[in-house]
């Protein structure tokens, strides 16, 4: 792979363990928890991120050259492949969209610093987008998993080079 493809994944990987992690242990805590505006401020400042590293993502899947799968893998191997690696690009930019959309008029990330809300939504609209959001990161949660047991499937079981392309 090349290399800004293999820098974005890792970078895109950790981030995204990361903010799934922490989003959960957010959803866990208690309103009144004193480091809860602050854990939620660096959530919704790395999520922000995360949309133009997921367009950086996409367009370097799209456009960037990248090896073939391996001559070993079945037909249904490399369909779920593809579905994981489409739906982990998707979700790096919905999961973002979603956030900023449900988060109301006053988003602020990197202490003080507004981000404008480019559309007015109610406040049962902003309900639904927050389901949306949840849902995704445990979908992408659960690919995740199965992107990481394929990749070590291919190295520990298949012995081909897949993760080591990659990395």
Known sequence: YPATIRWLHRIIALLMIFMIA???YLSEMEYEH???AMLLQLHR???LS???LGLAHLWAYAYLPRPAFSAHLQPWEKTLAKLAHFFLLY?????PVAGYLMSGDK?????DTAVPQLLELNKGLRKTLFGVHETLA????????????GALKHHFIDKDDTLRKML
């Open 138 to 149: 445990w979908i992408a949660a659960f690919v995740i998993g199965l992107h990481v047991g």
């Open 91 to 95: 979700v790096v930019i919905a999961i």
């Open 22 to 24: 922490l989003g959960w």
């Open 107 to 111: 988003l602020l990330v990197l202490g």
């Open 45 to 47: 400042t790395i999520g």
């Open 34 to 36: 004193p480091d809860k």
């Open 50 to 52: 995360l949309f133009p």
